[in-house]
């Protein structure tokens, strides 16, 4: 038994599934090959040097473009029940525009999907991780309106291309790094507008979900079959004392109600708490109407149940309280918030990571779940992303397995004890790869990578066997000391 936990408790249902995520700009490499063009990742890399901490780039990363045969190969050595990864807009459409559709990019994903299934493994994958042609950043990106059709001409695209293959469809990872992250200078474009540009591109990313969640609903489920929705980047908001509870609510619409409410409750829109709240700070500081843009009814309804499942990535979770007088606050929902004039602090107990904006709370995913279904009801949960850094060489990752025990266990706490309906769980991430800002200081992967190699060989570290074991006996009754998990595959 874990934890005093009994051994019934900690097996998994049988129709349970396990996955491991990547992203095309974090692994994939061959930026410039063929037609491909440049999305706002090579953009931001190549011109601002300096904003990625060891000044690093995705250019090859992990060279997925070229190693996809080795990708599926790890899948296989962990028994995935499915691979989620995603498709680069531009390689595949390199003018961004429905104008041209690559011959190369369209067989790299063909030979992808087709090696995972052959191999069993379902492709699971995301539109748009991320990686924005710069094409339409210099027409404004997310925060311009056309955008919504210009994501939707790109959905029915991949649709067409892989529908008759890929059954589970992911339309946007982590709005709230998207826009939040984005227009606050945490990832790319490094354009700042935390006051404006934030909800229009909030605004704008609901639609373009909307839009290709509906296309992919009217012209595709009816003979593919599959299931579709967005990833929402959740993160876990506690009350620092009682006297902060409605200041934590308020900090949880903020972050998760903003890009859930509109899409998962059953009356749409904005979260009235939060509307209400931006609203009338809005005019305090002299705007004529809310820096939250409105939704016209017929907006309303084109983004309301627009889903098949929540996509849950989840990692961190933040204390939530009232400045003390005279303090200031600033920052953006890791760091504090300008907009909800909050303070955010951790507990001393959560233990720290080597991400700024990450400690490890396990207990915090139970209580998110229970929140999730309490807002948006009784649906079915796919944990799309979860996992844990670490820095340097280290095979031996004892801190990842315990903290894929810690957390696991209490996903499994929620689905057991809170009945709530989590159907699979994906770690983050497969393997080491280009950690965004961080470029490769911070390594989330079961296999590590090792990046000075041309050939980036990937050898998996004791994590993996802990996920390849976990997966074969569906359950976590596993052996305490993770040093068990010697290397298991020569
Ligand atoms: C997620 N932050 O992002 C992403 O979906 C992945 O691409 C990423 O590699 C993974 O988590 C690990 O970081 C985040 O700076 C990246 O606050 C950065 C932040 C939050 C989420």
């Given at each position: 038994?874990?934890?005093?936990?009994?051994?019934?408790?900690?097996?998994?249902?049988?129709?349970f599934?396990?996955?491991?995520?990547t992203a095309a700009?974090?692994?994939?490499?061959?930026?410039?090959v063929s037609?491909?063009s440049i999305n706002?990742?090579?953009?931001?890399t190549?011109?601002?040097?300096d904003?990625?901490?060891?000044r690093s780039?995705?250019?090859?990363?992990?060279?997925?473009?070229?190693?996809?045969?080795?990708?599926?190969?790890?899948?296989?050595?962990?028994?995935?029940?499915?691979?989620?990864?995603?498709?680069?807009w531009?390689?595949?459409?390199?003018t961004?525009?429905?104008?041209?559709?690559s011959?190369?990019g369209?067989?790299?994903y063909?030979?992808?999907?087709?090696g995972?299934l052959?191999k069993?493994?379902?492709?699971?994958?995301?539109?748009y991780?991320?990686d924005?042609p710069?094409?339409?950043?210099?027409?404004g990106?997310?925060?311009n309106?056309?955008?919504v059709?210009?994501?939707?001409?790109y959905?029915?695209?991949?649709?067409?291309?892989?529908?008759?293959?890929?059954?589970?469809?992911?339309t946007?990872?982590?709005p709230?790094?998207?826009?939040?992250?984005?227009?606050?200078?945490?990832?790319?474009?490094d354009?700042?507008d935390?006051?404006?540009g934030v909800?229009l591109?909030?605004?704008?990313?609901?639609?373009?979900?909307?839009?290709?969640?509906?296309?992919?609903?009217?012209?595709f489920?009816p003979k593919y079959?599959?299931?579709i929705s967005?990833?929402n980047?959740?993160i876990w908001?506690?009350?620092?004392?009682k006297?902060d509870?409605?200041?934590?609510?308020?900090a949880m619409?903020?972050?998760a109600?903003?890009?859930?409410?509109?899409?998962?409750?059953?009356?749409?829109?904005?979260?009235?708490?939060l509307?209400?709240?931006?609203g009338e700070?809005s005019?305090?500081?002299?705007y004529?109407?809310?820096?939250l843009p409105?939704f016209?009814n017929?907006?309303?309804?084109?983004?309301?149940?627009?889903?098949?499942?929540?996509?849950?990535n989840h990692?961190?979770s933040?204390l939530v309280?009232?400045?003390?007088?005279g303090?200031?606050?600033s920052?953006?929902?890791?760091s504090g918030?300008?907009?909800l004039?909050?303070?955010?602090?951790?507990?001393?107990?959560?233990?720290s990571?080597?991400?700024?904006?990450?400690?490890?709370?396990?207990?915090?995913f139970?209580?998110l779940?229970v929140w999730?279904?309490?807002?948006?009801?009784d649906?079915?949960?796919?944990?799309?992303?979860?996992g844990?850094?670490?820095?340097g060489?280290n095979?031996?990752d004892?801190n990842?397995?315990r903290f894929y025990?810690?957390?696991?266990?209490?996903m499994l706490?929620?689905?057991?004890?809170?009945?709530?309906n989590?159907?699979g769980y994906?770690?983050?991430?497969l393997m080491?790869?280009?950690?965004w800002?961080?470029g490769?200081?911070?390594?989330?992967?079961?296999?590590?990578?090792?990046?000075?190699?041309p050939?980036?060989?990937r050898?998996?570290?004791?994590?993996a066997a802990?996920?390849a074991?976990?997966i074969?006996?569906?359950s976590?009754?596993?052996?305490?000391?993770?040093?068990?998990?010697t290397?298991?595959?020569v």
């Open positions: 038994a874990v934890g005093g936990l009994k051994a019934s408790l900690l097996q998994f249902p049988l129709d599934k396990f996955g491991a995520a700009y974090q692994v994939e490499g061959a930026w410039n037609d491909k706002i990742w090579d953009h931001y190549h011109k601002h040097r904003l990625v901490f060891d780039d995705g250019d090859v990363a992990c060279d997925s473009y070229h190693q996809w045969q080795r990708d599926i190969e790890m899948a296989e050595e962990l028994g995935l029940d499915f691979y989620r990864f995603s498709i680069s531009t390689r595949l459409m390199p961004a525009l429905s104008t041209v559709v011959e190369d369209q067989e790299y063909n030979r992808l999907i087709d995972l052959a069993g493994i379902q492709p699971v994958v995301t539109l991780h991320w924005v710069q094409r339409l950043q210099d027409l990106g997310w925060a309106p056309l955008i059709d210009w994501f939707a001409a959905a029915r695209v991949v649709f067409t291309l892989y529908g008759d293959r890929v059954k589970t469809w992911i946007i990872n982590e709230l790094i998207v826009c939040d992250g984005a227009y606050n200078g945490i990832v790319a474009p354009f700042h935390a006051e404006v909800y591109c909030n605004k704008n990313v609901l639609l373009a979900h909307a839009k290709a969640w509906r296309i992919y609903d009217e012209e489920r079959k599959g299931q967005l990833s980047h959740l908001y506690e009350p620092a004392s006297a509870k409605d200041l934590a609510a308020l619409e903020h972050c109600g903003r890009y859930s409410h509109p899409i998962f409750s059953k009356e749409g829109g904005w979260p009235p708490s509307e209400k709240f931006i700070k005019i305090k500081e002299g004529r109407r809310s820096r409105p016209t017929e907006e309303i309804e084109l983004v309301r149940g627009t889903y098949d499942f929540y996509g849950v990692y961190t933040k309280r009232k400045p003390k007088p303090e200031s606050v920052g953006w929902p890791m918030s300008d907009e004039g909050v303070v955010l602090d951790t507990r001393p107990e959560w233990e990571t080597t991400s700024w904006w990450f400690k490890a709370n396990p207990k915090g139970r209580k779940l999730l279904k309490e807002q948006y009801g649906i079915k949960f796919l944990v799309t992303e979860n844990y850094p670490s820095r060489s095979l031996e004892t990842r397995v025990k810690d957390y696991l266990t209490q706490l929620a689905m057991k004890k809170d009945n709530v989590v159907i994906t770690a983050w991430s080491d790869n280009f950690e800002k961080d490769y200081l911070n390594k989330f992967g079961l296999y590590e990578v090792n990046f000075t190699d050939m980036r060989p050898t998996p570290r004791s994590s802990f996920y074991n976990l074969k006996t569906r976590l009754d596993t052996p305490e000391q993770s040093s068990a998990y290397v298991w595959i």
